[in-house]
C-alpha cells in the first residue's frame, strides 16, 4: 500500500512478505494492521485523510483512525459493517440503478448504492460531518 503526499509524492511503501513483514498487531485484523503499520512510519497525524480498498477498510480501523485524529475513507466489504442499518444486499439489487442508502451518525457515513451490484463506501471524519446534519 504506497502512500503519497497531494502532490503525489510517494513516503512510504513495502511490499507485503508474508509473516516476515513487520506489523503492529492489533485486535482489527491483517488489513488494518498493515494501514496503521504505514501509519506509524510516515508519522501520519491530524487533517491527513486515508483512502483505502475494501481489504483493508472496517468500521473498527475507522474508529481508530479517528481516535488518532485522522480520517479514513474506503469501500467496505457488507460482513463488515456491523449491524449499520443498510438494506439488504438481496433487496438493494432489486431497486433501480442509482438507488442509494445513507445511514449516518454524528462523524461516520455509510453509503450503499446500487450500481450493477451493490458498492458501499464508509467514511469517517475526527469531527462532525455536514452531511449529516439534514
Given at each position: 500500500?504506497?502512500?503519497t503526499?497531494?502532490?503525489?509524492?510517494?513516503?512510504?511503501?513495502?511490499?507485503?512478505?508474508?509473516?516476515?513483514?513487520?506489523?503492529?498487531?492489533?485486535?482489527?485484523?491483517?488489513?488494518?494492521?498493515?494501514?496503521?503499520?504505514l501509519m506509524?512510519?510516515?508519522?501520519?497525524?491530524?487533517?491527513?485523510?486515508?483512502?483505502?480498498?475494501?481489504?483493508?477498510?472496517?468500521?473498527?480501523l475507522?474508529?481508530?483512525?479517528?481516535?488518532?485524529?485522522?480520517?479514513?475513507?474506503?469501500?467496505i466489504?457488507?460482513?463488515?459493517?456491523?449491524?449499520?442499518?443498510?438494506?439488504?444486499?438481496?433487496?438493494?439489487?432489486?431497486?433501480?440503478?442509482?438507488?442509494m442508502?445513507?445511514?449516518?451518525?454524528?462523524?461516520?457515513?455509510?453509503?450503499?448504492?446500487?450500481?450493477?451490484?451493490?458498492?458501499?463506501?464508509?467514511?469517517?471524519?475526527?469531527?462532525?460531518?455536514?452531511?449529516?446534519?439534514?
Open positions: 500500500m504506497p502512500q503526499s497531494g502532490k503525489r509524492y510517494l513516503f512510504h511503501t513495502e511490499p507485503y512478505s508474508g509473516f516476515t513483514t513487520k506489523l503492529p498487531h492489533t485486535s482489527l485484523g491483517q488489513g488494518p494492521d498493515v494501514v496503521l503499520g506509524d512510519k510516515v508519522h501520519a497525524h491530524e487533517d491527513n485523510h486515508i483512502v483505502m480498498d475494501n481489504i483493508f477498510t472496517s468500521t473498527q475507522l474508529n481508530e483512525l479517528s481516535i488518532k485524529g485522522v480520517a479514513g475513507t474506503g469501500k466489504r457488507e460482513n463488515r459493517l456491523e449491524n449499520a442499518p443498510l438494506l439488504p444486499k438481496k433487496s438493494m439489487t432489486k431497486t433501480s440503478r442509482g438507488n442508502n445513507t445511514p449516518c451518525s454524528e462523524d461516520m457515513v455509510i453509503v450503499k448504492w446500487n450500481d450493477k451490484t451493490a458498492v458501499l463506501v464508509a467514511t469517517k471524519q475526527s469531527q462532525s460531518l455536514a452531511l449529516c446534519n439534514n
